[in-house]
């Protein structure tokens, strides 16, 4: 059998062969560090299946013998092991757009699900390469200094065994081997140092748009019950531990990615009702769900587009209580132009303001009012001119790709697509946001499943290069095809139906028990957030200009966001000489 560790940027089984890790890693106070233990063996002689028996993780303190599993258990740093599964991608990529920079164009499986490991479940090993992905978590005011943790295998009457130790490691003696004595033989190992240094928060709005029909839909339960809010709690959780600290809010149900017509699932948090031609408006659903994300985490809120997508030509969804039923009173049928939607919007923005006002999160709120506008439509521009009036004093931001509609005023922030970024880079607006989807194929950072890793995570270095206010995606859990013709099972299809490319509709599966299951490109996500975090660290340290330079040596090159090292190597050097002189 074939050991090796390789870095968090590999992937095993769907690229070239891998590169091995090096020796050592530095992690800060609250940092997940992340790597991966790749495996595969030759055919066996008799044709047989082989397979290898996970054993669990053992805590050992060397500096305190006898410490086994209580102190050392303690103090060592977290750590969880789980097993990089193969995902189906039939869509890989956009055929007539893509460069030279992926990892395969076909349909094929790939690494991509990430499953917790128990003690005792076997792993089947084949010729071809797989890993477990290992984190490991420093506790914040926890003990820093070296660690080192083994991979040892294990011949048993079973068969092999693995299991992972973990051990502080005394001063001086880092990088030092350990003796594992018996019949056990350590296949790999690294030393992990932890570093007296804590990341700070992330500075800037994150947001990956939130489907909350994908809660409801996939796991079966009513739109804001008690289950419902049980499940969101779970996605939320791992929504702010990877990075997320602004939410799409569907004070009505969001008007995205929908067929001309169709509609998806009702999660319209605020109730109305009409009586003697009069709204009415409830907020109690709202107040919970901004209660449990604040519990959560969340800083940033960001009301729901006001109209529809690709040009504002009609209202969204809402439905109403009148006459003791509940009906659809807007929707696809109803112009932007309708005079009676307008005067529901003038009766619900006021109100949302004031509550969100009273809460103290107006001025950490933002708005849309159509996602991808056409700038040329009258409909976008009426809708505009409407609803300016009405969130006067609020930030109104737009996904956008021409610099002409923050000129002429119709956004706030723009949200420019990361490929035609570099007109909003040279006249800069005080704030610019910046996203990627399905569109942004070519030279520019993305996290499709055909891509290597590299490419997610390229995204941190150039975020604090060119200094962007924040960033965005449209998909954290969408469970849906595209245009939400209908509903599909994320575990089964990864790419919308065939719609985008594959890894682009969501980055965590829904898990049993309404726990989601997390994935390689959502961890490599936070490592690239992680490393813009690192970076503004050391600017607080050593100043920007420094910081800058320390990038454009070890780069060779200035930065662009079509413009960077198309290696592992830049992106893993540059975050140790961080950490090193972090460490300093």
């Not at 708005?367 to 040329?376: L, Y």
């Not at 924040?470 to 719609?499: C, M």
């Amino acid at each position: 059998m074939e050991i090796r560790m390789v870095s968090s940027l590999e992937k095993p089984g769907a690229g070239p062969e891998p590169g091995k890790l090096g020796s050592s890693l530095y992690a800060l106070q609250n940092e997940t560090v992340s790597f991966q233990l790749a495996f595969r063996t030759g055919a066996s002689a008799d044709g047989s299946a082989l397979c290898m028996v996970y054993q669990g993780i053992v805590y050992e303190d060397k500096e305190r013998p006898g410490a086994e599993d209580s102190a050392g258990r303690q103090e060592a740093p977290a750590v969880r092991i789980r097993r990089v599964l193969p995902v189906m991608c039939r869509r890989s990529c956009n055929p007539d757009s893509v460069d030279e920079d992926y990892l395969f164009y076909d349909a094929r499986k790939a690494p991509d699900l990430l499953r917790d490991m128990t003690p005792g479940e076997e792993l089947p090993v084949t010729e071809e390469w797989q890993s477990l992905w290992v984190d490991v978590c420093p506790k914040e005011g926890g003990s820093t200094g070296n660690w080192h943790m083994d991979f040892s295998l294990n011949e048993t009457a079973a068969g092999t065994s693995l299991t992972v130790k973990v051990q502080r490691r005394p001063e001086g003696t880092a990088g030092q081997e350990t003796a594992t004595g018996g019949d056990s033989e350590t296949a790999a190992g690294v030393d992990i140092c932890v570093i007296n240094k804590v990341l700070p928060e992330l500075s800037i709005p994150h947001t990956e748009w939130f489907h909350y029909d994908g809660i409801a839909d996939y796991y079966g339960v009513e739109v804001f019950s008690e289950e419902f809010w049980r499940i969101l709690r779970n996605f939320l959780a791992v929504y702010v531990k990877r990075g997320g600290n602004t939410l799409l809010t569907p004070v009505i149900t969001p008007p995205l990615d929908t067929e001309v017509g169709g509609e998806r699932t009702t999660v319209q948090l605020v109730e109305v009702r009409i009586r003697d031609g009069e709204y009415e408006l409830g907020f109690a659903r709202l107040e919970r769900f901004l209660d449990i994300c604040l519990e959560q985490g969340i800083r940033y809120f960001e009301i729901c587009h006001l109209f529809t997508q690709w040009g504002a030509n009609a209202a969204p969804k809402v439905v109403a209580e009148q006459e003791g039923r509940l009906r659809q009173i807007f929707g696809w049928d109803t112009p932007s132009s309708d005079p009676e939607y307008l005067r529901f919007l003038s009766v619900l923005l006021p109100a949302l303001k004031g509550l969100l006002e009273r809460r103290g999160l107006l001025e950490r709120t933002f708005f849309h009012i159509s996602d991808e506008p056409d700038i040329r439509s009258e409909h976008y521009q009426m809708s505009q001119s409407t609803v300016r009036s009405l969130l006067k004093g609020c930030t109104i931001v737009e996904a956008v790709t021409d610099y002409l509609y923050f000129e002429k005023g119709l956004v706030d922030i723009p949200v420019c697509a990361v490929n035609y970024l570099e007109p909003f880079l040279e006249k800069r607006p005080p704030k610019l946001w910046a996203y990627y989807c399905c569109a942004q194929t070519q030279q520019v950072p993305n996290r499709f499943i055909s891509m290597p890793s590299r490419r997610n995570r390229i995204y941190g270095i150039l975020l604090y290069w060119h200094k962007i206010d924040g960033i965005l995606h449209w998909g954290f859990n969408f469970y849906n095809s595209q245009f939400s013709r209908k509903k599909i099972d994320p575990y089964e299809t990864v790419d919308a139906d065939g719609g985008f490319p594959a890894g682009d509709p969501f980055v965590v599966y829904p898990g049993k028990d309404g726990v989601p299951e997390e994935s390689l490109r959502l961890m490599v996500l936070e490592e690239a957030l992680n490393d813009y975090r690192a970076l503004c660290l050391l600017e607080t340290l050593v100043g920007r200009e420094k910081v800058m330079e320390l990038i454009r040596q070890e780069a060779g090159m200035e930065l662009s966001f079509k413009q960077y090292p198309r290696n592992d190597e830049f992106i893993l050097g540059l975050r140790e000489k961080v950490n090193r002189m972090l460490a300093q």
